[in-house]
């Protein structure tokens, strides 16, 4: 047998000067903040809360009624959960940008609970992502992309907002 290596030795780092501690714009430490470098469930609170507020997109009449995949036995209990969804969708689209209905689906899907056998994994609703994408495309966050089939992108100006709500939450924390 090897023996245990010795702990590495600790280093001292070099104090960053104020000037580049300072966070301005969106900067932290001289870095431009994206969605990237913030956590998601932080990200996805601001982003809704910022929709909410921000008054341009109307719910659906059937927000109070629908389920969110048929792995699901109630819809959802939060009252914004709209909201909660556009966030996330709109998340989604800056990490993986042009991505398709079916990784949509794939990705907020989950396993449907069958009694005493096992789970089954079911893809979530089409139908409300759809109408998030819509939703997401009249408030000019993403567009369509012909040259890919049809599938969405984000905008130049859906990036520049989802970015300034990452620095504000860095900022908050």
Known sequence: RTPPRSPSPVFALPKASVDTMAAEDGDVAGKAVTVRDVSAADFIKAY???LQNDGRIKLPKWVDYVKTGTHKELPPMEENWYYIRLAAVARKM???NGIGMGS???MFGGGKRRGTCPLHFQKASGSVLRHCLHSLE???ILERDDSRGGRRKLTRVGQQSLDQI???VVQEA
């Open 48 to 50: 809704s809360e910022h």
């Open 94 to 96: 800056y990490l993986m």
């Open 104 to 106: 949509l689906r794939r």
């Open 138 to 140: 009249e408030c000019g």
């Open 166 to 168: 990452a620095s504000k």
